[in-house]
């Protein structure tokens, strides 16, 4: 009787082990999903960094270009500054 104990008692540790590789907590479609879902935000936030990068570089435009943003707006607009007097040389 104590010789088909041990067998048994591992063939069922076995079966109980094996249970938990295919549907416990940590099982094989469990990880595939949750590395799929993984890829999936990556890539959002790489489109998130992108969009981000893409404000910080406007913001930094924005801030650093003001003399491009006056240029435009003189040529363009025609705008005149306080005290300033304009002039159209034409040829």
Do not use: C
């Not at 907590?25 to 595939?32: K, N, T």
């Not at 998130?48 to 893409?54: F, P, Q, S, V």
């Not at 491009?68 to 040829?91: H, Q, T």
């Amino acid at each position: 009787m104590g010789a088909r104990l041990a067998p048994t008692l591992l063939i069922a540790l076995l079966v109980t082990l094996h249970a938990q590789l295919w549907f416990g907590r940590g099982s094989v479609p469990s990880v595939a999903t949750m590395v799929g879902q993984l890829d999936e935000q990556r890539q959002l936030n790489s489109q998130a960094k992108l969009a981000n990068e893409r404000l910080a570089a406007e913001v930094r435009d924005l801030k650093e270009g003001l003399d491009m943003i006056e240029e435009k707006a003189r040529m363009e607009l025609g705008m005149v500054k306080p005290n300033e007097i304009f002039v159209l040389v034409s040829k």
